[in-house]
């Protein structure tokens, strides 16, 4: 049975940092992870994804430079790293499983086959 648990979502004030984890469960290293992100009345948001066989990262360009994804294959746990937080980060984070050939994408979501329950990051104004 497969599975996708997020974690570390909070309050965080402007400038801060947090550290998110998705834990994937029964997935093979074939499938790729990737964060996306909604706010309120606004469209899903591809953040970052990796290629878990081989560690290979996007990134959207909003949080690039800010935000590093990694994975920790022992653990089956996929973490984002979110530095320089502000408030237009706000929203809830979901992490994705998918399998592709050649690299993850981050502009479709609709490509992802499992979705996890999402947790909620706030960095107030």
């Known amino acids: 049975q497969v599975q996708l648990v997020e974690s570390g979502g909070d309050l965080v004030q402007p400038g801060g940092s947090l550290r998110l984890s998705c834990a994937a469960s029964?997935?093979?290293?074939?499938?790729?992870i990737g964060w996306f992100r909604q706010a309120p009345g606004k469209e899903r948001e591809g953040v970052s994804c990796?290629?878990?066989?081989?560690?290979?990262?996007y990134y959207g360009d909003s949080v690039k430079g800010r935000f590093t994804i990694s994975t920790d294959n022992s653990k089956n746990t996929v973490y984002l790293q979110m530095d320089s937080l502000k408030p237009e980060d706000t929203a809830v984070y979901y992490c994705?499983?998918?399998?592709?050939?050649?690299?993850?994408?981050?502009?479709?979501?609709?490509?992802?086959?499992?979705w996890g329950q999402g947790t909620q990051v706030t960095v107030p104004a």
């Open positions: 029964g997935f093979t290293l074939y499938y790729a």
């Open positions: 994705a499983a998918g399998r592709f050939v050649s690299g993850c994408v981050l502009e479709t979501s609709s490509v992802y086959d499992y």
């Open positions: 990796i290629m878990r066989r081989d560690g290979t990262t």
